[in-house]
């Protein structure tokens, strides 16, 4: 429908001219004008015969400006929620002081399928609250229960294995450790038949000679002799031992440093006295059987 005043263009249109009780419905107003200033144009609550609502009571405005003319556009969403047919006389709008009138139009509301009556139709009922259903209850307790026991027997399991498991692992990696003095006369053997020390590696000999006394010290007295100097194994060891076997020792270890340390080259005799108070201080610091049985 459109009205026409001077320079003013009013137009309006329904999507659905009939529809059921409560659905909706969009109309679209549109003014075009030579200017915006003096047009009015008329508020949803105004416009709606009474019956008729608009979803939205402040539309918003959308202008647009062409070839010198002024375009103004709205949409209403239109409800009902009684079943009768309207009258909608879209727009009245006052432009100067004076007013144009769109033709009129009908929108029809019709009741829903099934309702004959408008008392047929009710209010949505409160929401009730529902009875307590005790077998409900009891049943979630229970499955609560079951979940509960077969978690628990899940770690029950878990920690018996590993307790087991802690039980066995010793055993299974128990290492079976060689007698200290059978380890280290058979080094003392391997290094005899090297000679290294004829091939002028006096050095490397004393430092061999030297490692496998400390370690043999350190399984035999509990003496943490690769980690000491000379002097602080001599005086741990000093206590354990009888004084010729500490003073033949003492020797050995002070040439072994002297070669190592001080670059000094020795006889060969020297060599030879070193390998054979190594072997003497082991077979003399070797527990004899009745003590070991003893200890047993």
């Not at 008392?119 to 009875?131: L, P, S, V, Y």
């Not at 290094?191 to 490692?211: F, N, V």
């Not at 003492?250 to 072997?279: H, I």
Request: contains cysteine.
């Amino acid at each position: 429908m459109i009205g026409l005043l001077a320079a003013i263009i009013v137009s309006a249109s329904i999507d659905s001219t009939q529809m059921v009780l409560g659905e909706q419905t969009k109309m679209q107003l549109e003014v075009t004008c030579t200017a915006a200033e003096g047009v009015q144009i008329p508020k949803p609550e105004q416009q709606l015969p009474t019956g008729v609502e608009s979803l939205n009571l402040q539309p918003k405005t959308d202008t647009v400006t062409e070839n010198g003319q002024l375009r103004l556009q709205q949409e209403w969403i239109l409800t009902s929620f009684r079943d009768t047919v309207y009258t909608v006389q879209p727009f009245v709008l006052t432009a100067s002081g004076d007013t144009v009138k769109a033709a009129p139009q009908t929108l029809t509301i019709l009741r829903p399928e099934g309702v004959e009556q408008m008392e047929d139709i009710h209010d949505i009922k409160d929401i009730e609250r529902a009875g307590i259903w005790w077998w409900d209850i009891v049943m979630w307790i229970l499955i609560a229960i079951g979940i509960g026991v077969f978690i628990g027997a899940i770690v029950y399991v878990v920690l018996w294995q590993q307790r087991h498991k802690q039980k066995e692992t010793p055993l299974a990696q128990k290492i079976i450790l060689r007698p200290a003095e059978e380890v280290a006369l058979e080094q003392l053997d391997a290094i005899k038949a090297a000679k290294i020390w004829q091939q002028g590696q006096g050095k490397q000999y004393h430092t061999e000679l030297t490692d496998v006394i400390r370690t043999y010290i350190g399984r035999r007295f509990d003496v943490h002799s690769t980690e000491k100097t000379s002097d602080e194994t001599l005086r741990e060891v000093k206590p354990l031992i009888d004084k010729e076997l500490h003073t033949r020792l003492s020797q050995m270890l002070q040439l072994a440093d002297f070669v190592k340390f001080a670059k000094y080259e020795a006889m060969p005799e020297e060599n030879e006295r070193a390998l054979n108070t190594a072997y003497e201080f082991v077979n003399a610091t070797t527990p004899q059987k009745e003590e070991e049985e003893e200890k047993v």
